[in-house]
């Protein structure tokens, strides 16, 4: 399986960004998905998921800002994140929910996406 997250950049407080993961190497739809974030210093965190049916859930600290879709046709799970706040900086990454695991059984996680939110 490869992730390859996209979309992040540097915005104001109060910014939106839209990121992107492209999916390759497994049958996207029978997965259900997730975006996570890792803050420097910080465990890494699911904040959002979609079944596979599209039923969607939030942690709580962005629940009403980020927005979680996916396209089945392209394989691509997006992130719509709308009055960013400095603590939401930290890189992104997407995977299953829960994580593709390596051939070592390993969580496998892909190239993330830096967001960085400035005061």
């Known amino acids: 399986v490869q992730l390859q997250a996209s979309g992040g950049g540097l915005v104001q407080a109060g910014g939106s960004l839209r990121l992107s993961c492209a999916a390759s190497?497994?049958?996207?739809?029978?997965?259900?998905m997730g975006w996570y974030r890792q803050a420097p210093g910080k465990q890494r965190e699911l904040v959002a998921a979609?079944?596979?049916?599209?039923?969607?859930n939030y942690v709580d600290s962005v629940k009403g800002r980020f927005t979680i879709s996916r396209d089945n046709a392209k394989a691509t799970v997006y992130l719509q994140m709308n009055s960013l706040k400095p603590e939401d900086t930290a890189v992104y990454y997407c995977?299953?929910?829960?994580?593709?695991?390596?051939?070592?059984?390993?969580?496998?996680w892909g190239k993330g996406t830096q967001v960085t939110v400035s005061s």
């Open positions: 995977n299953a929910n829960p994580p593709f695991k390596t051939v070592s059984g390993m969580d496998y």
């Open positions: 190497g497994t049958i996207f739809s029978r997965n259900a």
């Open positions: 979609i079944a596979t049916g599209g039923f969607s």
